[in-house]
T-cell receptor, first 119, second 114 residues
Framework: AQKITQTQPGMFVQEKEAVTLDCTYD???????LFWYKQPSSGEMIFLIY????DQQNATEGRYSLNFQKARKSANLVISASQLGDSAMYFC????????????????WGLGTSLAVNP | EPEVTQTPSHQVTQMGQEVILRCVPI?????FYWYRQILGQKVEFLVS????????KSEIFDDQFSVERPDGSNFTLKIRSTKLEDSAMYFC????????????FGPGTRLTVT
């Protein structure tokens, strides 16, 4: 079974509008972390936002927020006020288990969602 | 702002040749990783490295692969005898010990095996 599922291969959004990119995850570990990364066409991987499984509040970073619904095992990324520069691939990733010294830090990735922002 | 750097940005090699991909992690980070992304596919974990030894590796990371931190700043991935299916983007990442565990990625090395 897929650990990280991103069901939207491609999304379009109008500039200045908000968009939600879906991510569901599967783990039996009570401690885990969820990450979103952006990959522009130039190829680099840019960290956007992190949500820990025990965090009480949804994570926010500027125009990015994470809609964390633990019972549904979903961690959707919301981008507000889309900009042309937001056009990129977006990856959801998970770390399972608490990170101890040297262990349990690998990230498991989804297939990504390609976002196109229209002017 | 500190960043992870990788060299070269693009490497073309012939099947069976050895390649070394180089990375300079962020200087105060303690955990280092290699991931790869075959074109159009998901990112895959290869190996993590902490305290001068491998802490975790995937089934992809077989005997053809090795990692080294030769001098306290560089972190290298060696592929001993490249195969066509090793063609991919290889990302190095690093993370600190006590932050929110986010991993900071380098710009990647695109490896093309012909």
């Amino acid at each position: 079974a897929q650990k990280i599922t991103q069901t939207q291969p491609g999304m379009f959004v109008q500039e200045k509008e908000a968009v939600t990119l879906d991510c569901t995850y599967d783990t039996s570990d009570p401690s885990y972390g969820l990450f979103w990364y952006k990959q522009p066409s130039s190829g680099e991987m840019i960290f956007l936002i992190y949500q820990g499984s025990y965090d009480q509040q949804n994570a926010t970073e500027g125009r990015y927020s994470l809609n964390f619904q633990k019972a549904r095992k979903s961690a959707n990324l919301v981008i507000s006020a889309s900009q042309l520069g937001d056009s990129a691939m977006y990856f959801c990733a998970m770390r399972e288990g608490p990170p101890s010294a040297g262990n349990n830090r690998k990230l498991i990735w989804g297939l990504g969602t390609s976002l196109a922002v229209n002017p | 702002e500190p960043e992870v750097t990788q060299t070269p940005s693009h490497q073309v090699t012939q099947m069976g040749q050895e390649v070394i991909l180089r990375c300079v992690p962020i200087s105060n980070h303690l955990y280092f990783y290699w991931y790869r992304q075959i074109l159009g596919q998901k990112v895959e974990f290869l190996v993590s490295f902490y305290n001068n030894e491998i802490s975790e590796k995937s089934e992809i990371f077989d005997d053809q692969f090795s990692v080294e931190r030769p001098d306290g700043s560089n972190f290298t991935l060696k592929i001993r005898s490249t195969k066509l299916e090793d063609s991919a983007m290889y990302f190095c990442a690093s993370s600190a010990q006590y932050e929110a565990y986010e991993q900071y990625f380098g710009p990647g090395t695109r490896l093309t095996v012909t």
